[in-house]
């Protein structure tokens, strides 16, 4: 079974930029789809981001035109670029492969360990 591991979290001011890179142990290339999802503390884990084996991209409303995903198939990583960082934003980040329809939640993985990202205002 493939293995994720996130990094590039930390603690960054409000307006700033980060970028959180995940890690597969096995080829990416062959998942439909890879996810980056967040947890924030008292809330339930919400889909970030999602990009396709096509490279089609998908993204929650409240980080459409902050957030980027991308994916690098030979470095079997996957990445999400987050500027213009708000505190709202401050939680464990951890990604994750889409199962089943894309227009669930599901997920194929258990989750990692994550990566905490803390927005200060």
């Known amino acids: 079974q493939v293995q994720l591991v996130e990094s590039g979290g930390g603690l960054v001011q409000a307006g700033g930029s980060l970028r959180l890179s995940c890690s597969a142990s096995?080829?990416?290339?062959?998942?439909?789809?890879m996810g980056w999802y967040r947890q924030a503390p008292g809330k339930l884990r919400e889909r970030v981001a999602y990009?396709?084996?096509?490279?089609?991209?998908n993204y929650a409303d409240f980080v459409k035109g902050r957030f980027t995903i991308s994916r690098d198939n030979a470095k079997n990583t996957v990445y999400l670029q987050m500027n213009s960082l708000k505190s709202e934003d401050t939680a464990v980040y951890y990604c994750?492969?889409?199962?089943?329809?894309?227009?669930?939640?599901?997920?194929?993985?258990?989750w990692g360990q994550g990566t905490q990202v803390t927005v200060s205002s």
């Open positions: 990009i396709t084996s096509g490279g089609t991209t």
């Open positions: 096995k080829s990416i290339s062959k998942f439909d789809a």
């Open positions: 994750n492969i889409p199962y089943g329809s894309l227009d669930s939640d599901w997920v194929s993985l258990s």
